[in-house]
């Protein structure tokens, strides 16, 4: 089934088929990106940012990600492997707090609409995104080659980059 042009403007998030929802991911693959809140709880998984907390990101990816391809080379099985890994979905969209502002997903969902470089404005090409450095694309390493406790010494802030 092809996609209406420009569907992303006439429906909501919650009104798109499991097609159109896929499609919007721009495959920028920062949210393969390990990141932490520099908080005093327990270490682990989140599923709230307090007032006084931030998310932290770095360049460390996870071991499934193919860098130069910004994919996923478990996709279909990635939340069984890692279990960390979020599956985004329309139920838990409201909770995005640790996605990038440049993220489509989260950009339509604050009402910010798609960015110039996103793929479906570029027939369906990922180039552009990655000319303005949009993507992870040879910018990460392995989580299997550093130290996890080292998280703080790849602290990175050009995931947060959002250019329009």
Known sequence: MALAERYWETKTLDEMNTEEWEALCDGCAKCCLNKFIDDDEDEGPTAVLHQDEQVHYTNIACRYLNS????????????????????????NLK??????????????????????????????????????????????ISEHQVNLDDFEDFIVRWPLNDLD
């Not at 910010?112 to 793929?119: A, E, I, K, S, V």
């Not at 090409?125 to 450095?133: C, F, G, N, P, V």
């Open 68 to 91: 130069h391809k910004c994919e996923c080379t478990e996709y279909t099985q990635r939340t069984v492997l890692v279990p960390d890994c979020i599956a985004l979905t329309k139920e």
């Open 95 to 140: 909770d995005i707090f640790f996605m990038p502002t440049s993220c489509a997903y989260r950009r339509l969902h604050e009402g910010r609409g798609l960015p110039h470089w996103h793929p479906l404005l570029n027939g369906g090409k990922k180039s552009l995104m990655h000319k303005k450095q949009m993507s992870v694309r040879n910018k990460t």
